[in-house]
């Protein structure tokens, strides 16, 4: 049980690492929009590059920050089931669904993995005028889903826990 909870540890460090610094995305993209308005309405002077990097920041900001939500626990669930049973309970149903959580992830990485590469080897840009380049955020999709994988798999050493010990494993220990 020792050897579970230090992964489960280093999985939740590493994707409170990343969603800690992919936060700052958000920040980027606020200011670089609020310039591009500041430029296009006071200056009457638009951009061709604001949109195109924002919208790549939002993309990076989505595809990794899919660990650090689902360290979190903050992605959709129907609780009317749920939420009224006991850990056991949870913890065995968690364990039942996380099978069709792994085959959908295994082939998201597989699949995603083969779109990056392909990405890279022509080195796709935009077609926008500006023509930022693509490969980046498609090589960062297999990186996002393996973040993913690597919090499901500390998910369900947890709910494996939580099923031994009868106690919910929680999230103290992360300092945002």
Known sequence: MKIMKK????????NLFVGNVVKFLLLYMALTLFYEV?????????TIWVLDLAKLALGFM???GGGYAMLLDSHVKVDVIYGARSVRTRAIMD??????????????LWQSTRMALAS???REHSTTVFAP???????AIPVGVGLVLFQGIAKVLRD???LITNEEQGYENLQY
């Open 7 to 14: 992964i489960i540890s280093i999985v939740d460090k590493i």
């Open 38 to 46: 500041i430029a296009r309405y006071v200056f009457n002077n638009p």
């Open 62 to 64: 989505g595809i990794l």
């Open 95 to 108: 364990l039942c669904t996380s099978i069709l959580f792994f085959i959908f992830i295994i082939i998201l």
């Open 120 to 122: 890279f080897v022509i």
């Open 133 to 139: 380049p693509l490969y980046p955020l498609k090589m």
């Open 160 to 162: 494996i826990i939580a």
